[in-house]
C-alpha cells in the first residue's frame, strides 16, 4: 500500500457513518446517518493522488452536499452504474433499498476512468474528492421513461439530463472537504435532528416558492391530522437548488422566509432549507423528497396536489394526475416507517375564511380567488394585495426585487 493509499484507508475509516443524532428520532434511511466530511486536519493529505480537478455545476454541487451531509443517506458516494439501472427500472437498488432516483455525477470528459480521483470545485471553492469506482455512458431515453414516464423534450427534466447532462455518468466515493456557501444558510440533517422534540411527530412541509396564506394554513392544518401527535411539530423545509427557470430567484425566496419565519414566531413551526435541485418527477420525487427529511428527522409528509409536478412547455398538459404523487407516496410510506399527511383542497371564503373546497361547495358559501398571474400583475402594478392572500411581509421583499 502507497502512502497515498493509507492515507485514503485510514480518512475513509475515519468517516464511517453515525448513528442517528438522538434516541426518540425516526432512525434515518439505512439506518445510519452518512457523514463524509473529512476532518479538517486531513485535508490537504486527501488531496495528494489528485487527477484533475472537475468543475460542478449547480445541480452536482447539489448531490456533492447532500451526500456529504447525510441527506442521501445511507449513500457514501455517486451510485455505481448496477445501483443506477435498478433505481431507473425499480426505484430501488440493486439491495432492495427504496430511491426515487439515482445519484450520479456527469461530465463530457471521455478520459476520466475508473481508478481516477477527482477534485470537484465549484465557483472557487473545493468541495469533495470523487474516487472513480464506475463509468458509463447511459441510455438517456431509458431514464427518462423510467423515472419521469416519459421521454419528450417539453418535460423540464428529460431536457435537463438531454442537453444539460454530460455524455457520461460517474460513480464513487466522496470525500467531503467543503460545503458550498450559498445564501440559503442550510442547516444538516444532524444540526436540524438536534433541534427536533423526540418522541413526537415531524411533519415536513416541501415548497420552492414563497409562502403564502393558504401554505400557512395547510402546513399549520397538518399538525391537527389524526395521525399527528399532539405536540408534533412542522419543518418547513423548502428546496434552494436549481427549480423551474420561472421560479423566483432563490435569494428572494430566502427573503421571504426569513421575515416569515420571523413574523410567525411559532414554536410548533421550524425552519430549514434543503440543497436540492428539483427534478418536477412527480411520484418518484415525492418518493425522494420523503426519503431525504427522513434523514432530517422528519416522520411525515405532507403531499400536496400535483406535487412535483409539471406541464409541457408547448401545450401546458400536465404530465402526471393530480394525485399520482400522493397515491405513489403513500403506498411507500410504510417501508419507509413514515406517514404521508394528504393535502386539504383549500379556498378562502367571504363567509368562514379558510375552509376545504368540499365544506364550501356544501354550504354554498362564496369563494374568493386570485391567480398567480393576477398577483404577479397586482404586483408590478403596485395595487394593495388582499391579506387574505399573502402575507405583508412577504408582499413587501416581492415588490422590493421586483423595483
Not at 468517516?15 to 434515518?28: D, K
Not at 458550498?180 to 435532528?193: I, Q, S
Not at 427529511?293 to 400535483?306: A, E, L, Q, V
Request: charged letters at 20%; aromatic letters at 8%.
Amino acid at each position: 500500500m502507497t502512502a497515498v493509499d493509507s492515507t485514503i484507508s485510514s480518512t475513509i475509516n475515519a468517516t464511517t457513518p453515525v448513528p442517528a443524532s438522538s434516541a426518540g428520532l425516526i432512525a434515518p434511511h439505512g439506518g445510519v446517518l452518512v457523514n463524509l466530511m473529512v476532518a479538517a486536519g486531513q485535508r490537504e493529505p486527501i488531496k495528494l493522488g489528485i487527477s484533475r480537478s472537475v468543475e460542478c455545476s449547480d445541480r452536482n454541487a447539489c448531490d456533492v452536499e447532500l451526500l456529504v451531509v447525510g441527506g442521501f443517506s445511507p449513500l457514501r458516494g455517486f451510485m455505481h452504474q448496477e445501483d443506477y439501472d435498478a433505481v431507473v427500472a425499480t426505484h430501488r437498488t440493486t439491495s432492495g433499498l427504496l430511491f426515487g432516483l439515482p445519484i450520479v455525477f456527469d461530465t463530457d470528459d471521455g478520459s476520466i476512468g475508473v481508478g481516477d480521483r477527482l477534485l470537484l470545485t465549484y465557483r472557487g471553492q473545493e468541495l469533495a474528492v470523487l474516487t472513480v469506482e464506475s463509468r458509463w455512458e447511459p441510455d438517456k431515453a431509458r431514464e427518462a421513461q423510467g423515472c419521469y414516464g416519459t421521454t419528450s423534450l417539453e418535460h423540464p427534466a428529460v431536457k435537463m439530463i438531454a442537453s444539460e447532462r454530460g455524455r457520461y455518468y460517474l460513480g464513487g466515493a466522496i470525500q467531503g472537504l467543503d460545503l458550498p456557501r450559498r445564501v440559503f444558510p442550510c442547516k444538516t440533517p444532524a444540526e436540524v435532528r438536534a433541534t427536533l422534540p423526540e418522541g413526537q411527530s415531524v411533519v415536513a412541509f416541501q415548497c420552492r416558492n414563497p409562502i403564502h396564506r393558504a401554505h400557512y394554513e395547510l402546513f399549520t392544518r397538518a399538525l391537527d391530522a389524526a395521525n399527528v401527535s399532539e405536540q408534533g411539530v412542522v419543518l418547513v423545509h423548502p428546496t434552494c437548488g436549481p427549480t423551474q427557470d420561472d421560479d423566483i430567484a432563490g435569494g428572494v425566496r430566502f427573503e421571504t422566509y426569513e421575515r416569515l419565519a420571523a413574523e410567525l414566531d411559532n414554536p410548533r413551526i421550524r425552519w430549514a432549507y434543503l440543497p436540492y435541485s428539483m427534478h418536477m418527477a412527480g411520484p418518484r420525487e415525492a418518493l425522494q423528497h420523503m426519503i431525504i427529511r427522513k434523514n432530517y428527522g422528519c416522520t411525515h409528509f405532507i403531499i400536496g396536489r400535483d406535487m412535483a409536478g409539471c406541464k409541457s412547455s408547448l401545450s401546458g398538459e400536465d404530465f402526471y394526475g393530480p394525485y399520482q404523487a400522493q397515491d405513489f407516496a403513500r403506498d411507500n410510506a410504510a417501508e419507509l416507517g413514515m406517514e404521508t399527511v394528504p393535502s386539504l383542497n383549500l379556498v378562502y371564503t367571504e363567509e368562514e375564511g379558510y375552509v376545504t373546497a368540499e365544506h364550501a361547495q356544501a354550504r354554498g358559501l362564496h369563494i374568493r380567488k386570485l391567480s398567480g398571474t393576477q398577483f404577479r400583475q397586482m404586483l408590478r402594478g403596485g395595487e394593495e394585495i388582499p391579506e387574505w392572500f399573502a402575507f405583508r411581509s412577504v408582499v413587501a421583499v416581492l415588490r422590493s426585487s421586483a423595483g
